[in-house]
């Protein structure tokens, strides 16, 4: 049975910075694209950042300049470096793996609660 698990939530300060880690247990690690969703409270979820296999990066416009995504295969985990936060980045961060050629995620993280607040 294939885990991915998250870990690194919490709850911060205005212009703090956290790193969320997203690790896996598939056999191979490096053939799929990875994915930061979030799901902030009365709203749907969104995407906050993808990596690709060759590491292309893309990111919501919300987080651009704040947050960085990047991959180690040899650990099996991507990583999310939330800089600068804010109060409405509050919500849960999913991750999620997805296969070549797929839009749709087949394997999901259980979540990490992210809290800015004053």
């Not at 994915?35 to 979820?45: E, H, Y």
């Not at 919300?62 to 947050?67: D, E, H, I, L, N």
């Not at 409405?88 to 609660?113: F, M, N, P």
Request: hydrophobic share 35%; charged share 20%.
């Amino acid at each position: 049975q294939v885990q991915v698990a998250e870990s690194g939530g919490g709850l911060v300060q205005p212009g703090e910075s956290l790193r969320l880690s997203c690790a896996a247990s598939v056999s191979i690690f490096s053939i799929y694209n990875v994915a930061w969703f979030r799901q902030a409270l009365g709203k749907q979820r969104e995407l906050v950042a993808q990596i690709g296999i060759s590491s292309p990066t893309n990111y919501a416009d919300s987080v651009k300049g704040r947050f960085t995504i990047s991959r180690d295969n040899a650990k099996k985990t991507v990583y999310l470096q939330m800089n600068a936060l804010k109060p409405e980045d509050t919500a849960i961060y999913y991750c999620g793996l997805k296969r070549r050629g797929e839009s749709t995620v087949v394997y999901w993280g259980q979540g990490t609660q992210v809290t800015v607040s004053s």
